[in-house]
């Protein structure tokens, strides 16, 4: 299994925009679809974004579409989520998530699809 790793979070002022990375070791990277969910205290954990293992797949949540874009550099086995226009509701921890699919335009939107997640890295949004 592939390894993540994330970084980029931290304090952010709201309206102004925010890119997370997610590294990823160990396995074949370009055979995963990737994801990013977040969750707040409290609250169930979120999707945010997925991409599929080629690139050519995204989709978004309904709370981040119109303001996120996800995308991938395989050469660097890195996954990015580019936020803007942050609002406070976007204060939550970020987790990468990642799965093998066979088809490489496949990707995945619960959590429970997934086998392999980070650790997150906090966001917090301040208005």
């Known amino acids: 299994q592939v390894q993540l790793l994330e970084s980029g979070g931290g304090l952010a002022q709201a309206g102004n925009s925010l890119r997370l990375s997610c590294a990823a070791s160990?396995?074949?990277?370009?055979?995963?679809?990737m994801a990013w969910f977040r969750q707040a205290p409290g609250k169930e954990r979120e999707f945010v974004a997925t991409?599929?293992?080629?690139?050519?797949?995204?989709y978004y949540g309904q709370s981040v579409r119109g303001r996120t874009n996800i995308s991938r550099d395989n050469a660097k086995n890195t996954v990015y989520l580019q936020m803007s226009s942050l609002k406070s509701e976007d204060t939550a921890t970020y987790y990468c998530?990642?799965?093998?699919?066979?088809?490489?335009?496949?990707?995945?939107?619960?959590?429970?699809?997934?086998?392999?997640w980070g650790r997150g890295t906090q966001v917090n949004v301040s208005s």
């Open positions: 991409i599929s293992s080629d690139g050519t797949g995204t």
């Open positions: 998530a990642g799965r093998r699919f066979i088809n490489p335009r496949s990707y995945a939107i619960r959590t429970f699809d997934y086998d392999t």
């Open positions: 160990g396995d074949t990277f370009s055979n995963y679809a």
